[in-house]
């Protein structure tokens, strides 16, 4: 059982930078892949970026290339997410997620295990 719960999340204005964090515990963090996903209000909850047990592959959606960036601390069994240059499309809530069946980056949801609760992030333009 992995618990996962995100912070960081809050109300930004366009252009602006937000980090999100994701605190993990309960299994071993370091040799799963991570990913980070988002769901806006009448939408599907989408990928953002994943990234591999090790932390040397990464990967993101489009809209994200550039402007985000998803890195790891196995240490501190923390994920995290930069978000920079942030747009008013951006607002959703954002979601960590483990895919504990995986060591590579991950785009699918299926792929993934374990969820947090989510956090808030809006995005005023």
């Known amino acids: 059982q992995v618990h996962l719960v995100e912070s960081g999340g809050g109300l930004a204005q366009a252009g602006d930078s937000l980090r999100l964090s994701c605190a993990a515990s309960?299994?071993?963090?370091?040799?799963?892949?991570m990913g980070w996903f988002r769901q806006a209000p009448g939408k599907e909850r989408e990928f953002v970026a994943s990234i591999s047990w090790g932390g040397r592959y990464t990967d993101y959606t489009d809209s994200g290339k550039g402007r985000f960036t998803i890195s790891r601390d196995n240490v501190k069994n923390t994920l995290y997410l930069q978000m920079n240059s942030l747009k008013s499309e951006d607002t959703a809530v954002y979601y960590c997620?483990?895919?504990?069946?995986?060591?590579?980056?991950?785009?699918?949801?299926?792929?993934?295990?374990?969820w947090g609760q989510g956090t808030q992030v809006t995005v005023s333009s």
């Open positions: 309960g299994r071993t963090f370091s040799s799963e892949t």
């Open positions: 997620a483990a895919a504990s069946r995986y060591s590579g980056t991950r785009r699918s949801l299926r792929d993934y295990d374990y």
